[in-house]
Every structure is written in structure tokens, then in C-alpha cells.
């Protein structure tokens, strides 16, 4: 049985058209909220830490409806239309009209009713993959996922810094070239997965192969009700929590500076002309490359000892680029280093939580881990904003450096799931990460 790459690449196309808004949303959204409307930071950390709370219920609402719907083109394919479609619409009426309006109230509805569309294919468009592959060949495509992911937050930074022209005063800047480029990347994105893949038909292949439900997964089922009966050893349950905590630290020092970056340029190295994407594609470009390496150096040293490297290589950058009085090209080696430990951890830190759960409580856990995650992207966009708004943008960096520090703490009191991971099957396996 092998993984059809070909077929792989082109669902991954779904992911691209959602990773594309998001690179967008969290870079310029803050920037919007403050030059164009004069919302402080402590407000414009509300409104980004909307779309997790928005996650915590539409994806699990939405991807269970998607679950037990029956079409003519499939279970997913009708919510990844839609949410496409509204969340295209929404978003040039957004940049349009409201923000040349000047209304805020009407660009809060707007960016609320996005919100809601991208919640409605977000989760179906991740399911579609599983979907149509053999439960064997899931890592590998994953990472193929991830990988086309990648390649939509890459071309958004690069259309950032090509067609993005920041004017003088940051309220007046046209940001309808820009925009134009993500909506014709996420609606070509889409049009080629609906037109290229035929959902029922390829599930009804695959089924028939057999393959949609592993060996694992029936002994899942099969010994799930047994194994309920049985409590966490206390002190595995002991490791869990630390390493839940730590998720919770290093997202909340992580989201901190991607969310506040795109201002912290402006207001504090007096610099407009968009080169902090250069500093984030930086960082996404290390982050890809690093995932082999790491995945080599996790099997050598352990999981636990790769993550506190990856923390404590992201604290030094942190605190490093903080010191630099004003921009400097250098910045980007340091950007690159962020990159690579959050790859560091990324591979890790989700195996290590499945490691230590039982196999019937893997979906249980899994919530757990994005629950803690999603939290930190919920709390940290209003209190780091707090800090940026009532004390000084200088904050940004010694904040994330403080939170990745309580990170490292907490990580070394974790004792279990620290399984070094076996040789991935094959180079793209490596890419299979949870973040």
C-alpha cells in the first residue's frame, strides 16, 4: 500500500487556502485595529484572541456536522465551499467598506461573521485527508498537509513585502492589492481541490480497499471499555499536567510575539515598510527545514531533552532581539533560531502526550492538548496587549522570554512520555507534527 502523493498534494490545498487567511488575519488584523480604528492593545488583544474562542466550539460543531452529512460531492466538501465562498466575500466587503469607513462597529460584525465562515470549513477541510487515505499512510499524508500549509503562510509573506506599500501614515495604506492576492490564492486553492477530487468516489475506493480503519484503531474500540475502568498511575497523571502546563507557557509566549510583532516594528524600531515578514518567513522557512534534523536528534537524546532545547534556544532569541535598539538584518538569524526551536517542540511535545494516555483515550487527550494550547492564544493576546498598552512595547520580548522560562521549569518536573520516538518510515513522516 502506498500514498497516492499526487492525490495527497491536491487536498492539501484546502489547508493552503486556510493557513493563507490566518498568516494574514494575525499580522495585519492588529495593525488595522490600531492605525485604522485606534483601538489600544489591550482591545486589539480581545478581538485576536476571538477566533480561538470561536475555535473551542465551532470546529468541534462543525466537524461533527460535517461527520454526518451525506451529499452529492461528499461529507466535507459542501463546508469547505461555503466557508470559502462567505469567507472571501467577507473579507473584500471588510477591506472595502468598512475600513474606509471608518466604522468600527460595522468592521467588528464583519470580522465576526469571518470568523464564523472560516469556522464552518476549517474543520472539515483538516478531516478531509484521513478520509480519503488508508489509516497506515495517514502520518505521511499529514505531513504533506502540513507541508502545503506552510506554502500558503510563505506566500502570504511574500506578497506582504511585494504588495503590501505601507504609506506614511499607517491608517491610509491600500491594502486591496494585498488582499485581492490572498482571496485568488484561497479561491484557486479550493476550486483546484473541488475540481480535482472526487470525495465520494475516492472514499468509496478506499473503503472498499479496506483501509480506512487500521489494526490500531479496531483494538482501540475493542479494549476502550476495559481499559476506561483503570485510573492514570498518580504519577504519570503528575507528568501530564506539567507538560499541559508547559503548552500552555511556551503558546503564551509564542502567539505573544506573532500576534504583536507587526506593531512592535512600527512603534518601537520605527519601521514601516513591512520588513517583519522577512523576519516571520524567516522563522517558517527554519521551522520547515529543521523538522528531519530534529526528528534525527529526538531519536538520539529523548523528547524531553530536544524540547527544553528548543525552549531554551527560543528564551536566548527572544531576550537577544529584544536588546536590539533598532532593526537590523541580524535579527533575522535569531528569527530562524525561534523557527527551529519551535519546530524542536512542535515534533515532540503532542507524541509525548499520547505517550502517556491510554489507547482508548487518545481523541480524549488530544482535546486536552489544544485545549490547553488554544487557551494560552485566548489569554495571551489581552494581557500581553495590556502590557504593550499601559507600560511599553518594550514588554513584547522579556514577556515571551519570562513565559518560555516558566515553560523550561515546568518541563523539567515532566517524568514520562519520553519514548525517543523510532525511525519515521520515510523522509515526509518527519513533517507529521501537531501544533
Not at 504583536?260 to 512603534?267: E, I, L, Q
Not at 487557551?375 to 514577556?399: C, D, M, N, R, W
Request: charged letters at 15%.
Amino acid at each position: 500500500m502506498k500514498l497516492n502523493y499526487k492525490r495527497t498534494i491536491l487536498i492539501g490545498f484546502a489547508f493552503l487556502s486556510i493557513c493563507a487567511f490566518w498568516q494574514f488575519y494575525d499580522n495585519e488584523i492588529p495593525k488595522i485595529l490600531k492605525y485604522s480604528f485606534g483601538l489600544g492593545e489591550t482591545a486589539t488583544g480581545i478581538v485576536m484572541a476571538l477566533d480561538n474562542v470561536f475555535a473551542l466550539f465551532l470546529l468541534p460543531l462543525f466537524g461533527n456536522l460535517s461527520d454526518h452529512t451525506d451529499s452529492k460531492i461528499g461529507k466535507r466538501m459542501p463546508y469547505i465551499l461555503v466557508g470559502t465562498v462567505m469567507s472571501v466575500s467577507l473579507l473584500y466587503m471588510l477591506i472595502a467598506f468598512a475600513r474606509k469607513s471608518g466604522n468600527l462597529l460595522f468592521f467588528m460584525f464583519g470580522l465576526l461573521f469571518i470568523l464564523f465562515a472560516m469556522g464552518i470549513y476549517r474543520s472539515p477541510a483538516v478531516s478531509l485527508m484521513p478520509d480519503l487515505t488508508p489509516a497506515p499512510l495517514r502520518s505521511s499524508g499529514n505531513a504533506i498537509i502540513n507541508l502545503m500549509g506552510t506554502v500558503g503562510g510563505i506566500f502570504v509573506l511574500v506578497m506582504t513585502k511585494v504588495l503590501l506599500k505601507e504609506a506614511s501614515d499607517p491608517a491610509q495604506t491600500d491594502y486591496m492589492p494585498f488582499v485581492i492576492s490572498i482571496i485568488i490564492c484561497m479561491v484557486l486553492s479550493v476550486a483546484i481541490l473541488f475540481f480535482t477530487i472526487n470525495e465520494k468516489k475516492i472514499r468509496e475506493e478506499v473503503e472498499a480497499q479496506g483501509g480506512l480503519q487500521s489494526y490500531g484503531e479496531e483494538l482501540e474500540e475493542k479494549v476502550e471499555e476495559s481499559e476506561s475502568k483503570v485510573a492514570m498511575p498518580p504519577e504519570v497523571k503528575r507528568s501530564l499536567i506539567f507538560l499541559l502546563i508547559s503548552v500552555f507557557f511556551w503558546f503564551t509566549a509564542y502567539n505573544a510575539v506573532t500576534t504583536a510583532f507587526s506593531r512592535f516594528v512600527g512603534v518601537v524600531w520605527n519601521l514601516h515598510n513591512n520588513d517583519y515578514a522577512t523576519c516571520l518567513l524567516v522563522a517558517t522557512v527554519a521551522a520547515t527545514l529543521s523538522y528531519i534534523p530534529i526528528a534525527y536528534i529526538s531519536g538520539k537524546i529523548g523528547r524531553k531533552k530536544t524540547i527544553l532545547a528548543g525552549i531554551a534556544l527560543m528564551a536566548a532569541s527572544y531576550i537577544i532581539t529584544g536588546l536590539y535598539p533598532h532593526f537590523s538584518a541580524s535579527i533575522n538569524i535569531f528569527f530562524a533560531i525561534v523557527g527551529i526551536g519551535w519546530a524542536a517542540i512542535n515534533v515532540n511535545s503532542y507524541p509525548m502526550v499520547v505517550e502517556m494516555c491510554k489507547a482508548g483515550e487518545i481523541g480524549k487527550y488530544t482535546g486536552t492538548y489544544y485545549t490547553f494550547s488554544m487557551a494560552a492564544q485566548v489569554f495571551t493576546p489581552v494581557f500581553s496587549g495590556y502590557l504593550l498598552e499601559h507600560i511599553s512595547y518594550k514588554t513584547l520580548f522579556p514577556y515571551a522570554f519570562i513565559f518560555s522560562a516558566l515553560a523550561f521549569l515546568t518541563m523539567l518536573m515532566v517524568k514520562h512520555g519520553d519514548t525517543r520516538p523510532v525511525k519515521k518510515g520515510n523522509i515526509l513522516e518527519n513533517f507529521d507534527v501537531d501544533d
